[in-house]
């Protein structure tokens, strides 16, 4: 994961500066790219900057009224992202900065952060919790991935200690080892 991350970083600046390169000497004069890489930083950073006034508004109404304002603080990173990528001289930075800060891009990004980065971390590091993906018996087997039962029946997978219990197992024997241990 890393390693893609690092890429990501790479790779970013080298399109930019290439693309301020192809604009600069086929579409507009350096000149001009100059002029419109400093004039999207400072119309980038205002409206970050108005953005954030408004979300800290949000996120203290939500907090008088005690809701949790989770959405508030998920859009106040993102503004945060967004004023790294406006400050970063590029116009593909800068149009992916905008898109974070205008608000209704934003939810559209933060909906997609919820489903498919946040969610799964928090269940991941709350055992399900965050989802209400509980278990209400036993423990799930996630070497099992086929969903049916094993060749002994009574046992799913590689972990011995995990048992089905559903409408095709439904007589489970436990093995007593207090009878083993007393009599060697």
Known sequence: MWKRLLALLLLIPLADSLFLVFVATQLLSWQLTVALVVLTALLGMLLVRAEGRHTIRKIQ???????IPTNRIIDGGFL????????????ITDSLGFLLAFPVTRAVFRKVAKKWIITPYIDKQTGGFASGNVYTFGFPNPGNTSGGASS???STGNNSD???VDSDAYDIDFEDDSDSKRNP
């Open 162 to 164: 995990t048992y089905r």
């Open 61 to 67: 109404a939500d907090l008088q009224h005690g809701d």
């Open 152 to 154: 002994s029946g009574s």
């Open 80 to 91: 945060l992202i967004a004023g790294a990528f406006l400050l970063t001289p590029g116009l």
